[in-house]
């Protein structure tokens, strides 16, 4: 059973497009965030979601735009693509209140995405 | 601002040896240190954790040891296998609630060799 999934696992794009990353989790957990990885592996919070409500947005630009429909999806459209975005993309889920306020992080096994 | 600094950036052990990752934190509210473990072409998992009101927490070849004055603490692998090759993540987080989160450091590659 895969607790946090990620489509598309790879997404190769053009400069100036416009793509979106979806994820889904089945933990039935009530937030949900996105981490930016870059080629030197460094993982960077990007946003979290808690019960469909936007609760960090960590100075991302705005042409990166998280939408949850509900508590069990977050997805990330991202506009007018450049060079730099090129990383790999995770989602990731917790519970809030389950680990006394340590709550472990669940996540996707990430959206790989190479702009040229 | 890198708020956890994580050392090495690469290590090397040979199958049987201690790995030793070293992570130094800033923000003394911090209160919670998870390890984190990823293979390549995976997410990361959690590895381990500590709080800060114990110096040690050990979980069969990993133990974390904590030094709350030092404001540091590292990862120790024993029995180093080639199964344990892959990017490991020291964090560090403050408080709980809806905006809890994990700042990470940048990664240790650790490599070990059969």
């Known amino acids: 059973d895969t607790a946090v999934s990620q489509t598309p696992k790879y997404l190769v794009t053009q400069m100036g497009n416009d793509k979106s990353i979806k994820c889904e989790q089945n933990?039935?957990?009530?937030?949900m965030y996105w981490y930016k990885q870059d080629s030197k592996k460094f993982l960077k919070i990007m946003f979290s979601?808690?019960?469909?409500?936007?609760?960090i947005n960590e100075t991302v630009p705005n042409r990166f735009s998280p939408k949850s429909p509900d508590k069990a999806h977050l997805n990330l459209h991202i506009n007018s693509l450049e060079l730099g975005d090129s990383a790999v993309y995770f989602c990731a889920s917790s519970q809030v209140g389950s680990g006394g306020g340590r709550e472990t992080q669940y996540f996707g096994p990430g959206t790989r995405l190479l702009v040229l | 601002q890198q708020q956890v600094k994580q050392s090495p950036q690469s290590l090397i052990v040979q199958k049987g040896g201690i790995s030793i990752i070293n992570c130094a934190y800033e923000?003394?509210?911090?209160?919670?240190f998870p390890w984190y473990q990823q293979f390549p072409g995976k997410g990361p998992a959690l590895l381990i954790a500590?709080?800060?009101?114990?110096s040690e927490k050990k979980e069969g070849r990993f133990t974390i040891s904590f030094n709350k004055s030092a404001k540091q603490f590292s990862l120790h692998i024993m029995d180093s296998q080639p199964g344990d090759s892959a990017t490991y993540f020291c964090a560090a987080s403050k408080g709980g609630g809806s905006n809890y989160k994990l700042t990470f450091g940048k990664g240790t590659l650790l490599t070990v060799n059969p």
């Open positions: 500590i709080r800060p009101d114990v």
């Open positions: 923000n003394t509210a911090f209160d919670y």
């Open positions: 933990l039935g957990h009530d937030t």
């Open positions: 979601y808690n019960n469909k409500e936007l609760i």
